[in-house]
């Protein structure tokens, strides 16, 4: 398995390089030697069974853990060379490279069109009409705008889950990042919102890198092109997505993948 | 006891009640300055308390640590809300009519006033903030805002009808009271009107009881005391219906709390 993940380091540069990272919440070590090396340009998924750390994971690479009391992390996570675990980091323009989509839809209780903006306005990339144009854009990017443009003064808690939860994806692609993290963004929509939303991301990986947080394994197999499966904070393998459904190297992701335990 | 009220003050009720002075040994004409006096020292106990009780409402939900320290502070400021408001008085006595010398004055007596209502504001302040769900500020927060914007577009303008609500109920808290302004600047009768903020005034609480109770003519000026109950038990509760009407507009429109 190191070897694979030298190999991928070397034919697609990867975007996000984790090196022997390890995160206690208190006293509680969550995440324990994890190295990982997320390529540009693809979808990333990380699965794995409830409270393995895969959320915690995801929100180390736009420094959310920050936000919890008590957390304390060692080892590194590589963006574009820089190291954004240390302190120096300015975590501000790192949440502007890297977005985030949450598991429930939190669209602010605001209108349509100010939700998007808020980003815009909040990194004061444009005003104006230069603004409405982005807005607009961001929109069409995340598969909304034909729904909402006669609307988008009304309130985006009007919307449907689905909806919410694609308004959420443009606010966060209004601000222009590289990279986008995804903590389980279908689970809780349904079916049909679901293949939407999966529809989308294989669309945007041609021009972001995806990381996506599930434990569904099905959405894993069909959105991702990579593929990491993550138990009790640990890594247990890190493949391509074919290789890990078909011939999976380690015998817990066989079983996870059989579904004797999720 | 509204009913009681009414009945037997709402004949002296009329505009020249609520446009003139007393007169005639308090036996005759309004209440005017009693009114004056009352807006004014609670304007002036507004002014000192919204602001420091609101920041320090929103420094205690967002900024504060969850330590030792702060959790003895929290309960203290709960506990400064629930101290009889004699003694608030007694304290204004003791800093601001003597300490810093403002003598008894519209200005001791609305600080004083300021100091009573601050924890009751910072108290609800902090929890309208605390209502407000996380998801608000993470969505931001994961844009890239500063923790400051988070709290300044997604926090407080969801948080505002709250901390109105509480506003408008110590102001409401505000009028009624006697004991904080007996000894910091109300006074039983003044012919003038409170020029600058360190003269003595009227008050609608202090007149009623003058009125009811140390007057030597008590039967002659018993249809003044009911008229000037009433009228402050109707302001009392417009305010009241106010943040009432406010708390039930947003229990309708927070959709966020499905």
């Known amino acids: ?262 | 006891m509204f009913y009681y009220l009414f009945s037997n003050g709402v004949n002296v009720l009329s505009w020249k009640f609520l446009t003139q002075p007393p007169s005639q040994g308090m036996t005759a004409g309004g209440i005017l300055p009693c009114i004056i006096g009352t807006v004014y020292i609670a304007f002036i106990s507004l002014i000192f308390s919204i602001p420091v009780g609101v920041l320090a409402g929103i420094y205690l939900a967002e900024y504060a640590p969850e330590n030792l320290l702060f959790r003895i502070i929290r309960s203290s400021i709960r506990s400064l809300a629930g101290i009889p408001s004699i003694v608030y008085g007694l304290f204004g006595v003791a800093l601001l009519v003597r300490g810093i010398n403002f003598g008894p004055s519209v200005l001791a007596s609305g600080l004083t006033l300021g100091l009573m209502n601050l924890p009751w504001i910072v108290a609800t302040a902090e929890e309208a903030i605390r209502a407000i769900p996380g998801s608000f500020r993470e969505g931001a927060l994961a844009i890239g805002a500063t923790k400051w914007e988070a709290i300044r577009h997604n926090v407080l303008p969801f948080a505002f009808p709250g901390i109105l609500t509480g506003i408008l109920l110590a102001l409401a808290r505000t009028m009624g009271e006697t004991a904080p302004i007996l000894f910091t600047g109300v006074t039983y009768f003044t012919r003038e009107l409170p020029r600058t903020p360190l003269h003595k005034f009227m008050a609608l609480p202090y007149h009623l009881f003058a009125l009811a109770t140390q007057h030597d003519q008590i039967m002659k000026v018993r249809p003044m005391a009911f008229g000037t109950a009433l009228i402050l038990l109707i302001a009392v509760l417009c305010f009241d219906a106010v943040a009432f009407i406010i708390r039930l507009r947003i229990a309708t429109a927070n959709k966020w709390q499905v």
């Open chain 1, 1 to 262: 398995m190191a070897g694979l993940i030298g190999g991928l380091m070397d034919m697609d540069k990867g975007k996000i390089v984790i090196q022997d990272l390890n995160l206690w919440f208190g006293t509680n070590h969550v995440l324990k030697d994890i190295s990982i090396t997320i390529p540009a340009r693809a979808v990333t998924a990380i699965m794995g069974p409830s409270g393995c750390g895969k959320s915690t994971l995801l929100r180390c690479i736009n420094r959310m853990n920050d936000l919890i009391a008590e957390t304390k992390i060692t080892g590194r996570i590589i963006i574009d060379g820089e190291d954004i675990c240390r302190s120096q980091t300015d975590v501000i323009e790192l949440r502007k490279r890297v977005g985030m989509v949450f598991q429930k839809p939190n669209p602010f209780p605001k209108s349509i069109f100010e939700n998007v903006a808020f980003g815009i306005r909040v990194h004061r990339l444009a005003k104006g009409a230069d603004l409405n144009l982005r807005v607009e854009m961001a929109l069409k990017q995340a598969h909304l705008w034909n729904e909402v443009k006669d609307r988008l003064r009304d309130n985006a808690f009007s919307l449907s889950g689905g909806q919410q939860q694609r308004l959420c994806l443009a606010r966060c692609l209004a601000v222009e990042p590289q990279i986008i993290l995804l903590d389980e963004p279908a689970s809780a929509l349904d079916p049909h919102s679901t293949a939407r939303l999966e529809e989308l991301i294989i669309r945007l990986k041609k021009d972001y890198t995806i990381v996506i947080v599930t434990h569904n394994m099905q959405q894993a197999a069909r959105v991702s092109d990579y593929c990491a499966f993550v138990m009790l904070g640990e890594l247990i393998e890190f493949d391509r997505t074919e290789k890990v459904f078909t011939n999976p190297g380690d015998k817990r992701t066989e079983d996870f993948l059989g579904g004797k335990f999720g």
